[in-house]
Each structure stands twice: as structure tokens, then as C-alpha cells.
């Protein structure tokens, strides 16, 4: 089966620029996932979708990170404006009952 | 609260001998445990993981993990390390009040030598 699809795989912008990051999951995997991952660290969780209704986004920076999830299937990340601090891998991972969660590739964005 | 912890930052091992990569883990009732492998610019790879039953789970690539409650540990074993196994390494929890998100330790690189 194919894996959760992530693009694209890098990106480099300037800071105060926009950037958005798009995952496709495993085809009938409800939940979705974005984690950020720091360097060095592991990932920590950003937002959580059941379907398309984003039931934890308590760790996302509301002032100027956004998600979406349209129709329930893929799902955009968008940072406006991005800053320094904002450079990381962000991945994406849905999840079915039996293993858990899938991850993808994840997209490194560094800010300069 | 919950948390994961993996003391070490890095272990070296030779190809060929037994490798452990240890995590402890601090959580109020029955913890859901995993390990996942990261290579470079790859995504997480699932290895294993702990919900209930036999202490000692068996996951993909020869590897295995050891459940103790008592010392609330979950520590990645392998009886014979290949050098690629090499790559970073996370233990995680799944968080009891929230299904699915999954809170992760720091990671810990391994790196076997021929």
C-alpha cells in the first residue's frame, strides 16, 4: 500500500514569507497527525484531525499557524508569517487500530 | 504528568554483538508504549509496540522490546546488531487522555561499527 505522501520534501524561505506544507494519508486512515520535530528532539504533536474535524490543536501556535483538512482526506499546514524559530521537519502521519501511526517523510523548512 | 525518557543520546555497538537502547517512562495507568526508527530524511518507521500481554514483544527487523512495570522501563533490544541498523531511534507513549497522540522521547542514535 502506498505510504502517507508528503510536499515538498524541503523548503527554504526567508522569514515573515508564507510557506505550506500538503500530506495525502493512507487511504482510509481517519485520523491525522502533525508533529514538528526540532533538531535533536523528538516529535511533538501540533494538531490532531478525526475526519475533517481537528479535535487537538492545542499545541498549535494559533497567531500565525493554520490547518486544514478538506473533505476529510488530505490536509494543508500553512505558517504566516514564518519566523527563525519555526525551522524544523514537520511531519505528517495518519493512523489506523491495529499499528498505530504512519508516518511520512516530512518536509525541512529552514527559515533564514 | 506523562512523560519518556531515553538517558542516552548515543550508543555505539559492534556489528555482531547484542544492543540495548533503553527508555523509561512515567504515566498514570496501563502505558501504551512504542519504538520507532528514523533514517536520515526519512519519516518514523513503526518497530514494535506494547499494549497488553507478554512482556517481551517481538517487532520488525529482529528487534525487541522489554516491558518491566516495576522499573517502567521499555527497553529496544536486538541480539545481533547489523550495521544497518544504524539510525535514531524514539520511544514513545501514547497519551492516556488523548487517543492517539503519542508523546516521545528525545531519541537515542545508534551506531554500530563493522
Known amino acids: 500500500e502506498a505510504g502517507v505522501v508528503q510536499s515538498p520534501r524541503y523548503k527554504i524561505i526567508e522569514k515573515k514569507q508564507p510557506v505550506a506544507f500538503w500530506c495525502n494519508p493512507i487511504?482510509?486512515?481517519?485520523?491525522l497527525y502533525w508533529y514538528r520535530q526540532n533538531l535533536g528532539q523528538g516529535p511533538e504533536l501540533l494538531i490532531r484531525?478525526?475526519?475533517?474535524?481537528?479535535?487537538?490543536d492545542s499545541q498549535l501556535p494559533k497567531d500565525r499557524f493554520s490547518a486544514e483538512r478538506l473533505k476529510g482526506v488530505d490536509s494543508t499546514l500553512k505558517i504566516q508569517p514564518a519566523e527563525l524559530g519555526d525551522s524544523a521537519v514537520y511531519l505528517c502521519?495518519?493512523?489506523?487500530?491495529?499499528?498505530?501511526?504512519?508516518f511520512g517523510p516530512g518536509t525541512r523548512l529552514t527559515v533564514l | 504528568a506523562q512523560s519518556v525518557a531515553q538517558p542516552e543520546d548515543q550508543v555505539n555497538v559492534a556489528e555482531g554483538n547484542p544492543l540495548t537502547v533503553k527508555c523509561t517512562y512515567s504515566?498514570?495507568?496501563?502505558?501504551?508504549l512504542f519504538w520507532y526508527v528514523q533514517y536520515p530524511n526519512r519519516g518514523l518507521q513503526f518497530l514494535l509496540k506494547?499494549?497488553?500481554?507478554?512482556?517481551l514483544v517481538k517487532g520488525s527487523y529482529g528487534f525487541e522490546a522489554e516491558f518491566n512495570k516495576s522499573q517502567t522501563s521499555f527497553h529496544l533490544k536486538k541480539p545481533s546488531a547489523l550495521v544497518s541498523d544504524s539510525a535514531l531511534y524514539f520511544c514513545a507513549l501514547r497519551d492516556v487522555s488523548n487517543t492517539g497522540k503519542l508523546i516521545f522521547g528525545q531519541g537515542t542514535t545508534l551506531q554500530v561499527k563493522p
Open positions: 502521519a495518519s493512523s489506523d487500530l491495529e499499528r498505530g501511526q504512519y
Open positions: 504515566v498514570s495507568g496501563n502505558p501504551y
Open positions: 487511504s482510509g486512515h481517519n485520523t
Open positions: 484531525y478525526e475526519n475533517e474535524e481537528a479535535v487537538d
Open positions: 506494547y499494549i497488553t500481554g507478554d512482556n
